[in-house]
């Protein structure tokens, strides 16, 4: 199996582009759900939240309140640091553990919808391809304001939280377009799944693994048979 990442600028249509891939049956591990996920009330990183900016982020109904709280961190970059310590950890751990249970699956390779994948870096060593979605940026502010319901001043405040896009797409395998319509999007998209769907890379890895397993394997048997550890129902 291998990882393909969907990635780009906040409001550039990156869940369009992963919703093309779930529609052909490609699992699709959603960061951001995983984000609002681990912050619901009583969650160990609400809790963290709450001790660090106080109840003044909270909601009547105790949910975090995501305007006074995305107002905060996005004016202050220490704050950002602080609620990014609490909240990537736990994020890349469930990650992790969604890709091991997808592993044992049969899939031939699955999608990562991660934003932030070039600003926090963990995961890189781990894709095959990176999907950069990118428009230009007076349609992104358009975008983030009329879906957010931000004035521009804190709009640009979220977007100039991130890497630039230009960059994000110098580091990246494929860039889409995404400031034409939908269907120009869409078309991109499944361009790219022919692509990867017609890839050996996944039997590439499923050799490598197999081969490390045996090297790993055959290893240990050499060892306890050197140290006279082997169990009587290994002996030949």
Same mark, same amino acid.
Request: aromatic content about 8%; proline content about 3%.
């Given at each position: 199996?291998?990882?393909?990442?969907?990635?780009?600028?906040?409001?550039?249509?990156?869940?369009?582009?992963?919703?093309?891939?779930?529609?052909?049956?490609?699992?699709?591990?959603?960061?951001?759900?995983?984000?609002?996920?681990?912050?619901?009330?009583?969650?160990?990183?609400?809790?963290?939240?709450?001790?660090?900016?106080?109840?003044?982020?909270?909601?009547?109904?105790?949910?975090?309140?995501?305007?006074?709280?995305?107002?905060?961190?996005?004016?202050?970059?220490?704050?950002?640091?602080?609620?990014?310590?609490?909240?990537?950890?736990?994020?890349?751990?469930?990650?992790?553990?969604?890709?091991?249970?997808?592993?044992?699956?049969?899939?031939?390779?699955?999608?990562?919808? +991660?934003? =932030?994948?070039?600003?926090? $870096?963990?995961? /890189?060593?781990?894709?095959? &391809?990176?999907?950069?979605?990118?428009?230009? *940026?007076?349609?992104?502010?358009?975008?983030?304001?009329?879906?957010?319901?931000?004035?521009?001043?804190?709009?640009?405040?979220?977007?100039?939280?991130?890497?630039?896009?230009?960059?994000?797409?110098?580091?990246?395998?494929?860039?889409?377009?995404?400031?034409?319509?939908?269907?120009?999007?869409?078309?991109?998209?499944?361009?790219?799944?022919?692509?990867?769907?017609?890839?050996?890379?996944?039997?590439?890895?499923?050799?490598?693994? +197999?081969? =490390?397993?045996?090297?790993? $394997?055959?290893? /240990?048997?050499?060892?306890? &048979?050197?140290?006279?550890?082997?169990?009587? *129902?290994?002996?030949?």
């Amino acid at each position: 199996m291998f990882i393909v990442a969907v990635t780009g600028g906040v409001a550039t249509g990156k869940s369009t582009i992963s919703k093309v891939f779930k529609r052909q049956g490609i699992p699709v591990i959603d960061a951001d759900k995983i984000a609002r996920e681990i912050v619901e009330p009583g969650q160990p990183c609400w809790q963290r939240i709450r001790e660090i900016f106080g109840d003044d982020v909270l909601l009547p109904s105790k949910e975090i309140n995501r305007a006074v709280l995305g107002k905060m961190i996005f004016e202050d970059k220490e704050l950002r640091g602080k609620l990014n310590k609490i909240t990537h950890p736990t994020i890349h751990r469930k990650i992790f553990w969604q890709v091991c249970k997808l592993l044992v699956t049969g899939h031939s390779w699955i999608v990562l919808d +991660l934003p =932030l994948l070039f600003e926090t $870096g963990v995961l /890189i060593d781990f894709i095959h &391809k990176i999907i950069c979605v990118t428009c230009d *940026s007076d349609k992104q502010l358009e975008r983030l304001i009329a879906r957010n319901e931000l004035s521009e001043s804190d709009a640009r405040h979220r977007v100039d939280s991130q890497m630039p896009l230009e960059q994000k797409c110098e580091k990246s395998h494929f860039v889409i377009d995404n400031n034409g319509s939908v269907e120009e999007a869409e078309h991109s998209a499944m361009a790219i799944y022919n692509l990867m769907r017609d890839s050996k890379q996944h039997w590439l890895n499923r050799i490598s693994f +197999l081969g =490390l397993f045996l090297i790993v $394997g055959f290893t /240990i048997y050499l060892l306890l &048979k050197v140290f006279n550890k082997l169990p009587e *129902s290994w002996q030949m």
